[in-house]
């Protein structure tokens, strides 16, 4: 079993920034690859990126906007995001294999 709790999210206006950190509790949270998600209004959930288990330095996503990190150590997962966009609205989540979190909500306002 695994418990992922999202925090994090808000309200921004464009070009803004928001970190993103999910929370892992079960699990040795360091065996797994996890994923961030996203789904926005009335469109389906789409990856925003996968961090393998044991990688140690960020890697960018999202045409180089978004940057994945993980800390073993804390059991965490950060999303940072810069330049965000209003196209970026929507509910985020993080995964790891069957297991999700309840979402954190991330708004752009222009």
């Known amino acids: 079993q695994v418990q992922l709790v999202e925090s994090g999210g808000g309200l921004v206006q464009a070009g803004g920034s928001l970190r993103l950190s999910c929370a892992a509790s079960g699990r040795t949270f360091s065996s797994y690859a996890m994923g961030w998600f996203r789904q926005a209004p009335g469109k389906q959930r789409e990856l925003v990126g996968v961090i393998g288990k044991s990688v140690r330095r960020p890697f960018t996503t999202m045409g180089g906007r978004f940057a994945i990190s993980r800390d073993n150590a804390n059991n965490i997962a950060y999303l940072q995001m810069n330049n965000l966009q209003t196209e970026d609205t929507a509910v985020y989540y993080c995964?790891?294999?069957?297991?999700w979190g309840q979402g954190t909500q991330v708004t752009v306002s222009s």
């Open positions: 995964n790891i294999g069957s297991y």
